[in-house]
């Protein structure tokens, strides 16, 4: 079965203070990773997709990476501005469904 | 602007009684699709529809219909309410299935 896990469930940082949020997948053949941002109340915001591994996408203070196992997504010098729910969904080959992970809370303190 | 519409953004209703919460895009979008949000369980999705002709159940169709008539309109339909269908709910769409998909502003709704 299909199945994404998310690590750290939440994040405290320090503005500036640099870290990783994880994204482990289980899937029988994966066919696009998307990261995603929530704010609380909105709807998710789409950062970045990859699709093979050793992918690398970047955006700003992010940087997605991609394995055959996991993917990062890397924030470096954190504002209180990306203090955020981000989220990960995986779509696998022989389905037309996404399985979203149960996101990452980050705080990023002033 | 490209965007996806959901109506209403916010819904009170009792056990039973039939509610549709309409989705919208205008980015001429293949793939659309419903999703609940709840604390602790994340994203979960309803049912999926590839595009006019054919339309699939998510990993949460319990309780839920929808409707593909049109390729820009996607209804959720909630032929009778429970309260564990309180939930807040998204409407999504891509270009096609793989691709980015683009959520909606939500709807929560309250089933009493």
């Known amino acids: 079965e299909d199945q994404v896990t998310q690590s750290p469930e939440a994040l405290r940082l320090q503005e500036g203070e640099s870290s990783s949020l994880n994204c482990s997948y289980t899937?029988?053949?994966?066919?696009?990773l998307f990261w995603y941002r929530q704010d609380p109340g909105k709807g998710p915001e789409f950062l970045f997709t990859?699709?093979?591994a050793g992918e690398e996408k970047e955006k700003e203070r992010l940087k997605a990476t991609l394995t055959k196992k996991e993917s990062f997504l890397h924030i470096t010098a954190p504002k209180p501005e990306d203090s955020a729910t981000y989220l990960c969904a995986v779509h696998s080959s022989g389905t037309y469904k996404y399985i979203f992970g149960t996101g990452t809370r980050l705080k990023v303190l002033a | 602007e490209a965007q996806v519409t959901q109506n209403p953004r916010y819904l009170i209703t009792v056990t039973g009684k039939k509610l549709t919460v309409t989705c919208s895009q205008n980015m001429n979008h293949e793939y659309m699709s419903w999703y609940r949000q709840d604390p602790g369980l994340g994203l979960r999705q309803i049912y999926y529809s590839m595009n006019v002709e054919v339309t699939d159940k998510g990993d949460v169709p319990e309780g839920y219909k929808v409707s593909r008539k049109e390729k820009r309109n996607f209804p959720l339909i909630l032929e009778s309410p429970s309260p564990n269908q309180t939930s807040l709910y998204f409407c999504a769409s891509s270009l096609r299935v793989r691709e980015t998909q683009y959520f909606g502003p939500g709807t929560r709704l309250l089933v009493l």
């Open positions: 899937v029988s053949g994966l066919r696009g």
């Open positions: 990859l699709y093979s």
